[in-house]
C-alpha cells in the first residue's frame, strides 16, 4: 500500500537529501581549485648539475639554449625531434686514396701534412661539439619525462579521488548505505532555489569529471608519445654515439699515418736531397776526369783502319803490312811486282786490320760521344782515297745492325745516354755536301749553292742550311736515307756506287 508523503515527510527527506549533498559534495564555484604541482624546469637543470656530474660540463651558451616554457603537446616534440637530428653530423671515416706518386722512391701526400692535420684537428673538435649538444638534448628529454610521468601519477591520483567520490555520491543517491529498498524519489521543486542549485552543482561536478577524464587520456596519450620518442632518441644517441667515436677512432689513425707519412717524408726529402747534392758532385767530378783522359790520350787522334783485299785483287802482293796495335808498314813494288823499293813506317794512335769490325771502330771512339754531351766540340773525319773504304766506315749499312757505320751507332748512343741521365734535349740535324768546290744542302737541296761565312763567336758557318728537329733514332735514319739520295755518285773499277764529294753530317 503507498503511502502519499505529507508535507513534513517532504520537509524532513528534503533535509536528509541537503545535508548528504553538502557531506558530500562541494561546489566549483565555492571550493578553490587545486593547483597542479609544476616542476622548475630550470631550477630541477640546475638541482640535477649541481648534485650529480654531468657527463659534459654545461656552459653558459647550453644553458641559455634552454627553453623558458616548456610546451605540452606531443606535436612540438616530434618538431623539435626532427629539426635535432639532422643537425648531427654523419661522417663518414677517411679512406686512404691512391695517391700520384711524384718520384719513384716515396709517395707525395694528398695535400700538406700541416693542413691536413689541422683538417683532421677541426673534424674532431666538431664531433665533440655534437656529442655535447646530443648529451644535453638527451638530459632535457629525461627530465621532460620525468614531468610527464609526475604529471600522470597526480592525474592519476586525482581521478581516483574523483572516482571515490562519485562512487560515495552514488551509494548516497541510491540508498545502499541507509536501506536496501529503493529509498523515495526526492522531490524537485523548481521554484526552491537550494534544488535549483544543487542540481547545477550536480551537472558541473559531471562536467569536470568529464574534463579530467579528457584531461586524464590526454596526459595518457602525451606519456607514451613521450616513451616513445624518448626509445627513439636513446636508439638515435647510441647509434650516433658509435658513429662518432668509430669515425674519431679511424680520424685518429689517419692522424697518426699522417704524421708518422710526414716524417718520413720530410726524412726522405732531406735523404733526397743530399743524395742530389752528391750526384751532382760525382757528376761533375766524372766530367772532369774522363776529359782528363780524353786529353792525354791526346785531343787530335790518327787511326789507321787497313781494308780488306777485295776479290779482283787475290793474287797480287799486298801493300801495308801490320806490324803492332800501333805501327803499319808500307811497301812499295814494282810493276811487275818482282823487287821491292821502299818500306815506309806509319806510327799511329791505333791500328784496325783486315779482321777488325764495325763494333771495334765504335767502341775506340765511343768516348768522344760522352764528350760531346758534355759540352765538347768533337769531330770524326775519315779520310783517303777513293775506294778506301770511307763511306763504309761512316756509314756502313743501314739495313743490317752488325754492319752499320759510326753514325747510325753514334745516334743510338746519343738517345740512350740522355734516357739513362733523364736529360731533356733537343736534336737536330743537317746534311751538307761539298761538290766541285759548291756546298749543297742535301736535306733541302736546291740549284742555288750555300754560300760559308765567318763569324767572330761561332766561326765557319754556313748559314740558311737546314735543321731538322729530330727525336729518336728512326728520325734520323730518315733524314740520312734521304741525305743518301741526293749525294752526287759514280762508279769506278773498285765500288759500283762510289760517292763523288765530300760529305758533312752535323748534329
Same mark, same amino acid.
Given at each position: 500500500m503507498y503511502r502519499i508523503p505529507s508535507t513534513d515527510d517532504k520537509k524532513r527527506d528534503r533535509s536528509l537529501s541537503m545535508s548528504l549533498?553538502?557531506?558530500?559534495?562541494?561546489?566549483?564555484?565555492?571550493?578553490?581549485?587545486k593547483k597542479k604541482p609544476m616542476l622548475d624546469r630550470r631550477s630541477t637543470l640546475l638541482d640535477l648539475s649541481t648534485s650529480q656530474s654531468p657527463r659534459f660540463p654545461f656552459d653558459a651558451a647550453a644553458a641559455a639554449a634552454v627553453d623558458n616554457d616548456y610546451p605540452e603537446t606531443p606535436e612540438y616534440f616530434r618538431q623539435q625531434r626532427?629539426?635535432?637530428?639532422?643537425?648531427?653530423?654523419?661522417?663518414?671515416?677517411?679512406?686512404?686514396?691512391?695517391?700520384?706518386?711524384?718520384s719513384s722512391s716515396a709517395p707525395s701526400p694528398l695535400f700538406k701534412a700541416?693542413?691536413?692535420?689541422?683538417?683532421?684537428?677541426?673534424?674532431?673538435?666538431?664531433?665533440?661539439?655534437?656529442?655535447?649538444?646530443?648529451?644535453?638534448?638527451?638530459?632535457r628529454t629525461q627530465e621532460h619525462l620525468t614531468w610527464a610521468l609526475e604529471e600522470h601519477a597526480m592525474v592519476q591520483l586525482e581521478k581516483q579521488q574523483l572516482q571515490a567520490q562519485l562512487s560515495r555520491v552514488m551509494a548516497l543517491q541510491h540508498g545502499k548505505?541507509?536501506?536496501?529498498?529503493?529509498?523515495?524519489?526526492?522531490?524537485?521543486?523548481?521554484?526552491?532555489?537550494?534544488?535549483?542549485? /544543487?542540481? *547545477?552543482?550536480?551537472?558541473?561536478?559531471?562536467? #569536470?569529471?568529464?574534463?579530467?577524464?579528457?584531461?586524464?587520456? !590526454?596526459? &595518457?596519450?602525451?606519456?607514451?608519445h613521450l616513451r616513445q620518442d624518448n626509445d627513439a632518441l636513446k636508439a638515435a644517441f647510441s647509434s650516433h654515439v658509435m658513429e662518432m667515436q668509430?669515425? /674519431?677512432? *679511424?680520424?685518429?689513425?689517419?692522424?697518426?699515418? #699522417?704524421?708518422?707519412?710526414?716524417?718520413?717524408?720530410?726524412? !726522405?726529402? &732531406?735523404?733526397?736531397?743530399a743524395l742530389r747534392a752528391t750526384c751532382a758532385s760525382l757528376h761533375a767530378d766524372r766530367k772532369r776526369l774522363h776529359n782528363t783522359i780524353q786529353e792525354l790520350r791526346g785531343n787530335i787522334r790518327v787511326y789507321c783502319r787497313v781494308r780488306p783485299v777485295l776479290k779482283l785483287q787475290h793474287g797480287a802482293c799486298a801493300a801495308i803490312r801490320v806490324e803492332s796495335d800501333t805501327r803499319v808498314v808500307v811497301t812499295q813494288h814494282s810493276p811487275n811486282g818482282s823487287t821491292v823499293s821502299q818500306d815506309t813506317v806509319f806510327d799511329v794512335d791505333k791500328v784496325f786490320d783486315q779482321h777488325h769490325s764495325q763494333h771495334d771502330v765504335f767502341t775506340e771512339v765511343q768516348p768522344l760521344i760522352t764528350s760531346a754531351l758534355d759540352g765538347y766540340n768533337v769531330c770524326v773525319l775519315a779520310y783517303g782515297?777513293?775506294?778506301?773504304?770511307?763511306?763504309?766506315?761512316?756509314?756502313?749499312?743501314?739495313?743490317?745492325d752488325v754492319d752499320r757505320g759510326l753514325s747510325p751507332r753514334v745516334f743510338g748512343q746519343v738517345f740512350a745516354q740522355c734516357h739513362?741521365?733523364?736529360?731533356?734535349?733537343?736534336?737536330?740535324?743537317?746534311?751538307?755536301?761539298?761538290?766541285?768546290?759548291?756546298?749543297?744542302?742535301?736535306?733541302?737541296?736546291?740549284?742555288?749553292?750555300?754560300?760559308?761565312?765567318?763569324?767572330?763567336?761561332?766561326?765557319?758557318?754556313?748559314?740558311?742550311?737546314?735543321?731538322?728537329?729530330?727525336?729518336?733514332?728512326?728520325?734520323?735514319?730518315?733524314?740520312?736515307?734521304?741525305?743518301?739520295?741526293?749525294?752526287a755518285v759514280a762508279s769506278n773499277d773498285l765500288n759500283a756506287t762510289s760517292s763523288r764529294s765530300h760529305w758533312y753530317f752535323y748534329y
Open positions: 549533498s553538502s557531506s558530500s559534495y562541494v561546489s566549483p564555484q565555492r571550493r578553490q581549485p626532427n629539426k635535432r637530428i639532422p643537425t648531427v653530423p654523419r661522417v663518414s671515416p677517411l679512406h686512404a686514396k691512391a695517391m700520384p706518386s711524384s700541416a693542413d691536413q692535420q689541422s683538417f683532421l684537428q677541426s673534424r674532431v673538435h666538431s664531433l665533440t661539439q655534437a656529442l655535447i649538444k646530443s648529451n644535453q638534448h638527451h638530459k548505505e541507509l536501506d536496501r529498498a529503493p529509498p523515495p524519489m526526492p522531490s524537485f521543486d523548481e521554484n526552491d532555489d537550494s534544488d535549483v542549485d /544543487m542540481m *547545477q552543482d550536480i551537472q558541473g561536478d559531471d562536467r #569536470a569529471t568529464e574534463q579530467s577524464v579528457g584531461m586524464i587520456q !590526454s596526459t &595518457a596519450a602525451l606519456a607514451q668509430r669515425a /674519431m677512432t *679511424q680520424m685518429t689513425i689517419s692522424l697518426h699515418q #699522417a704524421q708518422a707519412r710526414n716524417t718520413l717524408l720530410a726524412h !726522405s726529402d &732531406a735523404d733526397v736531397a782515297q777513293t775506294g778506301s773504304g770511307k763511306t763504309h766506315t761512316m756509314l756502313g749499312s743501314l739495313e743490317s739513362d741521365n733523364q736529360s731533356d734535349i733537343e736534336m737536330h740535324l743537317s746534311v751538307l755536301e761539298v761538290y766541285n768546290e759548291k756546298v749543297m744542302d742535301l736535306v733541302h737541296p736546291s740549284p742555288v749553292p750555300l754560300d760559308v761565312r765567318v763569324d767572330k763567336k761561332l766561326g765557319v758557318t754556313v748559314p740558311h742550311r737546314t735543321w731538322v728537329a729530330v727525336s729518336s733514332v728512326d728520325e734520323c735514319m730518315l733524314v740520312m736515307e734521304k741525305a743518301l739520295r741526293h749525294r
